[in-house]
């Protein structure tokens, strides 16, 4: 019964509990609903397939770009003269494979200088280009076999020879010094390769004479220099014997120099680092120049020809104001510990009276600062590194470096030479303190004196730091310098130095003994 009470009253319970449940589960029922239609929304999709990408969606290495071109690099600046201005262009230009360094100038006589050089690999280049009317022209060139110039009518073709000058009928000319190939080699050394020398190439269309100077293909670590001047005038007077590109010829066609971009080179020596066949130094005494101021009043091509070459030499003016020899010679490293890139007092003296006498002739202050720095680094050399003789004399040293080394000897023709060209700065600086200097030098050599006399009556070669004389002396250059020095004090005080006349009068005697006859007069 008790169980049918707790029955009948759980099912009385229940149905009101049923109730309550069944609304309950109806709720309940409905989250479910809710929940199941959330979860869709919220379930993570599967990834989709990726589709087959087409060629233009592909992805494709990364790849450096070509490169590019460098813009040509140009600077302009000018030369004053006395006669007018020379304006000076240098370019350096680039292709794929070359590059090109050029100079040009354009001077007061309406004439243009170029010089060209290229470096690269793979090709030829073309240095200079040149377009002539349709008429008349002769060429001239010089033929080493025969060992003569040769004139003809210009005609098409290839002309490979040193040097060649042009004359139109017009009036107008050019020469050129043609493309010569080198190899690059240490201390500034360059090693010619004739065989792959530049040409003229000649061309005759309607629309006149294309004249192209162009190099060999060159390889890697080769450069390739041309020189030309033209203009609208004849720069050249073929009826002499002697303009400036038969001296300039005579001075190069043997082999013994070459001009290039950068200067006047010249065989190196056997003793030089490095050296070889067909190896050519940058010799700091531009002799090739001197020739050519030497042709100032001869020659209407000299003056500008004459100033545009010693510009080329300015720009290697280094910052101690000298000019260095820039192989290293055995000789003054293994005696004196002299290393490359040394100052020459023979060489720079040379160099320096060039630059003088061009002043002089031309006027106008031409290249005073580059003089100037060149005067003041000589003084304070010169003070620093001589020997001094029993008055106070100066024996200079011959040579020189900025890093320490032994005292060298004092040769007589370097101590003449210098002293002569102390004078001339002294007069073109007008400064007493040059004037000064070289009275020491003259002191030095007064002092000195007799000792210098050979029993054979030559002349030794120079002098040691602790005064002992020797050596062989040349056979005239000496006696030359000394001829210079003695003209020059003569004319400055009327009178001949007795010391160097003595020296003079014993050097003499042994040339004539000798058969010397290149001595001056």
């Known amino acids: ?61 990364a790849q450096d770009d070509p490169p590019s071109i460098p813009e040509p690099v140009i600077t302009t600046r000018s030369i004053s003269t006395s006669m007018g201005d020379i304006s ?7 292709d794929k494979a070359l590059t090109y360094y050029r100079r040009e100038y354009l001077s007061f006589d309406k004439s243009r200088i170029q010089a060209c050089r290229v470096e690269g690999a793979t090709r030829q280049a073309a240095l200079f280009t040149f377009q002539y009317q349709p008429i008349d022209a002769t060429i001239h060139y010089f033929d080493t076999d025969t060992n003569a110039w040769v004139s003809e ?54 629309a006149g004479w294309q ?62 680092v490095p050296t070889g066949e067909n190896y050519y130094y940058r010799c700091v005494a531009s002799y090739l120049i001197r020739l050519m101021a030497e042709q100032i009043g001869l020659s209407d091509a000299a003056p500008s020809l004459t100033v545009c070459m010693l510009d080329v030499l300015v720009q290697e003016q280094n910052a ?49 600062d580059t003089v100037k720095r060149y005067a003041a680094f000589y003084q304070a050399l010169a003070e620093e590194n001589h020997a001094e003789t029993e008055n106070g004399g100066w024996l200079v040293a011959d040579y020189w470096h900025p890093q320490l080394h032994d005292l060298t000897h004092t040769s007589l023709n370097h101590l003449a030479a210098e002293c002569l060209a102390a004078y001339h700065l002294a007069d073109l600086l007008q400064d007493e303190s040059l004037r000064e200097t070289a009275d020491k030098l003259l002191l030095a050599i007064e002092d000195t004196g007799s000792d210098w006399i050979k029993p054979t009556w030559d002349l030794y070669y120079s002098i040691q730091p602790d005064g002992t004389y020797d050596g062989t002396d040349y056979p005239s250059l000496t006696y030359n310098d000394l001829f210079n020095l003695q003209a020059y004090i003569t004319e400055k005080t009327g009178e001949q130095n007795q010391t160097i006349y003595n020296l003079m009068y014993h050097k003499l005697y042994w040339m004539w003994a000798n058969n010397v006859t290149d001595y001056k007069r």
């Open 1 to 61: 019964m008790d169980f049918d009470r707790k029955g009948a009253y759980a099912l009385h319970l229940s149905k009101k509990q049923l109730i309550i449940l069944g609304a309950i589960a109806v709720l309940f029922l409905g989250f479910l609903i809710f929940l199941g239609s959330c979860n869709k929304r919220l379930a993570v999709p599967e990834r989709p397939q990726q589709a087959e990408a087409t060629p233009a969606q592909e992805e494709t290495p």
């Open 88 to 94: 000076v262009t240098e370019t350096t230009e680039y």
């Open 153 to 206: 009518p210009l005609s098409p073709g290839a002309y490979r020879a040193s040097l060649v000058a042009i004359e139109f009928s017009s009036g107008a000319s050019l020469f050129s010094y043609l493309p010569k190939t080198y190899n690059q080699k240490e201390n500034g050394v360059l090693e010619h390769v004739p065989d792959l020398d530049g040409y003229l190439l000649v061309t005759r269309t309607e």
């Open 211 to 272: 004249l192209k100077l162009v190099s060999c293909e060159l390889q890697e670590g080769q450069v390739c220099d041309g020189f030309v001047m033209s203009a609208a005038w004849p720069l050249l007077d073929w009826s002499e014997n002697q303009n400036c590109a038969t001296v300039w010829n005579a001075y190069t066609a043997n082999g013994v120099a070459k001009w290039c971009f950068d200067g006047y080179y010249r065989f190196t020596p056997s003793n030089y």
């Open 320 to 368: 101690y104001g000298f000019w260095p020899t820039q192989p290293e010679s055995e000789w003054l490293s293994g005696d004196f510990q002299i290393a490359d890139g040394f100052y020459d007092t023979r060489f720079n003296t040379d160099l320096i009276e060039i630059f003088v006498r061009v002043n002089n002739d031309l006027g106008g202050g031409l290249y005073l």
